[in-house]
C-alpha cells in the first residue's frame, strides 16, 4: 500500500470506521451506503469480502460492509496510528496491546497443550467417562438432584 492510500484509508476510517473487538476478536470495520467506495477500501483492507447490510427505517438506503480481523487488523491499526487522531490513536493502541497479550495467552497454552502427547487422549477418556456416569462433556458427570 503506498504512503497516499495508507492516508487516504486513515483519513476515511477516521470517519467511517470502527475499531474494536468482535467476539473478542480485533476487528476493523468500515460501512457505507456507496459501493464503490467500499469496493476501493476492501481492496485497500485486502479482504474480498463485502456484505449487505440490512437498510433501517431511518435511513432506506442499502449500506455495505467489509471487516478485518485480528493479525491483518493489528497490522494495518499499526501502519494507521500516525494519521489518526488523538481518541482513536488512544484506542488504537489499546486494542492492538489486548490482542497481543491474548496471542501470547493463546500461543503459551496452546504450547502447553499440545506439547504433551496424551492430551488428547486423556481429554477423550474423561468426557467418556463422564457420559458413563450419565453426564455429558459439558457437565463432567454432574448430575441435578
Not at 473478542?24 to 483492507?45: E, P
Not at 496510528?81 to 495467552?105: A, D, W, Y
Not at 456416569?133 to 463432567?140: A, F, I, L, V
Amino acid at each position: 500500500m503506498t504512503q497516499d492510500q495508507l492516508t487516504w484509508l486513515a483519513g476515511w476510517l477516521e470517519g467511517e470506521g470502527w475499531f474494536g473487538l468482535s467476539s473478542g476478536t480485533l476487528c476493523i470495520q468500515a460501512c457505507s451506503t456507496d459501493v464503490d467506495i467500499i469496493t476501493k477500501v476492501a481492496a485497500l483492507l485486502e479482504t474480498e469480502k463485502i456484505a449487505k447490510k440490512k437498510p433501517t427505517a431511518l435511513t432506506r438506503r442499502q449500506a455495505y460492509v467489509c471487516r478485518v480481523f485480528g493479525d491483518r487488523a493489528a497490522t494495518l491499526m499499526t501502519a494507521l496510528l500516525p494519521f489518526m487522531g488523538e481518541r482513536r490513536s488512544g484506542r488504537m493502541r489499546e486494542l492492538i496491546t489486548h490482542h497481543n497479550n491474548r496471542s501470547v495467552r493463546r500461543s503459551a497454552a496452546g504450547i502447553r497443550r499440545w506439547a504433551d502427547p496424551t492430551f488428547r487422549e486423556r481429554t477423550s477418556v474423561a468426557i467418556r467417562e463422564a457420559r458413563k456416569d450419565g453426564g455429558n462433556q459439558y457437565t463432567h458427570g454432574y448430575k441435578r438432584p
